[in-house]
């Protein structure tokens, strides 16, 4: 999908994959710039799928499987991402505010941006200060 209005859309535990084998599954799901505003996710199965340019504001992201997923240019502005699976996702560039990674399940090797990684340490409620001398 490609620059489609999908606000509110209910994708609610859906399986963009496919088996190619019986130990051969493939997902391509992509969306491209789409709208996602309050969509729901929940559940959703998107590894290795592209969100690139997506807004994804305020979008029920719980206990999706985003692993090796693209986000980068993304608008997560408040995503509720309590359980999600983001191993190696890619959110550099992505609109973090708000983001609190620690509800989700693993985000072990995600990729951010240097200007992201205090606006995702403070929503973890870490105090980042610069340096007294």
Same mark, same amino acid.
């Given at each position: =999908?490609? +620059?489609?209005?999908?606000? *509110?859309?209910? %994708?609610s535990?859906?399986? !963009?994959?496919?088996?190619?084998s019986?130990?051969r599954i493939e997902t391509?799901?992509? !969306?491209?710039?789409?709208k996602? @505003?309050?969509a729901?996710?929940?559940g959703?199965?998107l590894p290795?799928? $592209? /969100?690139?340019?997506?807004?994804l504001? #305020?979008a029920?992201l719980?206990?999706a @499987?985003?692993? +090796?997923?693209? /986000?980068t240019g $993304? +608008?997560? %502005?408040?995503?509720?991402?309590? &359980?999600?699976?983001?191993? *190696?996702?890619?959110?550099?560039?992505? #609109?973090? $505010? &708000? /983001?609190?990674? =620690?509800?989700?399940?693993d !985000?072990? &090797?995600?990729?951010?941006?240097?200007?992201? =990684?205090?606006r995702?340490?403070e929503? =973890? &409620?870490?105090?980042?200060?610069?340096r #007294?001398?």
């Open positions: =999908m490609r +620059d489609c209005n999908l606000t *509110g859309a209910r %994708f535990t859906a399986d !963009f994959s496919r088996a190619l019986r130990k391509r799901a992509n !969306f491209q710039g789409c996602l @505003d309050v729901d996710l929940s959703a199965k290795g799928c $592209s /969100l690139a340019g997506c807004r504001r #305020e029920d719980s206990n @499987d985003l692993t +090796d997923a693209d /986000l $993304s +608008d997560l %502005f408040q995503a509720i991402l309590d &359980g999600a699976k983001l191993t *190696g996702a890619d959110l550099r560039g992505a #609109e973090v $505010s &708000g /983001l609190n990674l =620690m509800g989700a399940a !985000f072990i &090797g995600i990729k951010i941006a240097d200007d992201q =990684m205090f995702l340490l929503a =973890m &409620g870490v105090d980042v200060r610069a #007294e001398r």
